[in-house]
């Protein structure tokens, strides 16, 4: 317990050490893309590997794991291959929602060119849009395939979690503990409004999909220490010390020894390190969690899927108008006072099974997702800023989802 507590400590630490100064809120984000050849075939790993070569510009650093380039890592964009050669698109935070879109935009735009000379393509989807999962080969990468061995025991999708799925990942900063927690809290209370409105997946297992959610209910059946709502999210003594412990005591799948990764299996923090575990280690083990909304050196909304630019940058307005509004922010854990980490499940369920006729907290989805847009329009200051809105806005009226109204056959 001695060791157990001084690593506590020392990971609070480093999320205290974390907190921004300034409280004004910058926006990060990570987009996930698959990538197929021009006749639907997954691309493979030394195809995407050329492609990300070719992109990587005079000052980015590569990204070497395991003695093998991933892809490169820049002061405002990196790009990464993922577990079935997704393609990751990271961007450096920033405070304007349109300069977060100009940039992803600018380097998207590089990214379908020169996959396009390679006779490949991307795709804005959350699903695999050709191929089932067991057909996707993993990259040569320890870390994915001792994940991939650990979840064939912990839940039936592990495999399609980590080869089929792409989502659209948004970091926001936090300049507290309590500022932290309150953002937290109101990320996991808006997830099953991000999941519906992010829904995108047209095709699963290859073919025709005309299910709601489908990406969140292959998340939640891979493994209940890592997916699904942050544990004690609503707890009263939630915080830093909590997160902390919560991911210290779960099984860590992969470690990091002696300068690389090694699989562990279910081995916990206090087996595997010393009692103060350093900033290389400890983000191993943060980055080892996958929560709806977990928490590094920034905290981080993983429940949306790939979508086309235009609702990115809508999901993004709407992250920040919220998040960036303390007025706002209040407003939301006002408004679901009482509700309880079972009771987000029971949401997000509930979105998967019936869509826009779902019931989220007791409440019909559509008024609530009205709220929530009027509480972000109404803390948007300009016109510019509040049409980045309009495609979540036009889904509500319509009362479809992206894969309804969007056309991926082309």
Request: hydrophobic content about 40%.
């Amino acid at each position: 317990m001695a060791k157990l507590d001084e690593q506590i400590k020392t990971l609070a630490g480093y999320f205290a050490a974390d907190c921004e100064g300034e409280e004004r809120l910058s926006l990060g984000m990570e987009a996930e893309h698959f990538v197929t050849k021009s006749d639907g075939r997954a691309a493979d790993f030394p195809e995407v590997r050329a492609v990300l070569q070719e992109l990587q510009q005079q000052g980015d650093a590569p990204v070497i794991v395991d003695s093998t380039y991933m892809g490169f890592s820049g002061a405002e964009v990196s790009a990464v291959v993922g577990p079935a050669c997704q393609i990751k698109i990271g961007l450096a935070p920033r405070r304007d929602v349109q300069d977060l879109m100009d940039a992803y935009n600018r380097f998207y735009l590089q990214l379908g060119l020169t996959l396009a000379a390679h006779g490949l393509r991307a795709w804005t989807v959350g699903y695999h849009p050709t191929s089932r999962a067991e057909a996707l080969p993993l990259v040569p990468c320890t870390r994915d395939e001792a994940m991939d061995r650990y979840f064939k025991n912990t839940g039936a999708c592990g495999a399609q979690m980590m080869r089929a799925t792409a989502m659209t990942r948004l970091s926001v900063d936090y300049f507290n503990e309590q500022d932290a927690v309150r953002k937290m809290r109101a990320a996991g209370l808006l997830t099953p409004f991000f999941v519906l409105l992010s829904d995108n997946a047209p095709v699963y297992q290859a073919g025709r999909n005309s299910s709601y959610g489908v990406c969140t209910r292959v998340r939640q059946d891979v493994d209940r220490d890592r997916f699904g709502v942050t544990p004690h999210l609503m707890d009263a003594d939630f915080g830093f010390a909590r997160y902390a412990e919560t991911v210290l005591t779960k099984p860590q799948i992969v470690a990091w020894r002696t300068n690389r990764a090694k699989a562990v299996g279910s081995k916990t923090a206090p087996e595997l390190y010393a009692s103060h575990i350093s900033r290389r280690e400890a983000a191993q083990i943060l980055s080892m969690f996958f929560y709806d909304v977990r928490l590094k050196s920034r905290i981080e909304l993983c429940a949306a899927d790939c979508m086309p630019p235009k609702y990115i940058a809508a999901y993004a307005q709407l992250v920040r108008s919220v998040f960036g509004s303390p007025a706002a922010l209040q407003n939301v854990l006002r408004h679901y006072a009482g509700i309880t980490g079972p009771d987000i499940e029971d949401a997000k369920r509930a979105v998967c099974k019936d869509g826009f006729n779902a019931l989220v907290y007791g409440r019909p989805v559509v008024g609530e997702l009205a709220w929530l847009l009027m509480q972000a329009r109404s803390r948007t200051p300009s016109q510019e800023e509040r049409a980045l809105l309009d495609p979540f806005m036009a889904l509500l009226n319509a009362r479809k989802t992206i894969r309804e109204v969007e056309n991926y056959n082309e």
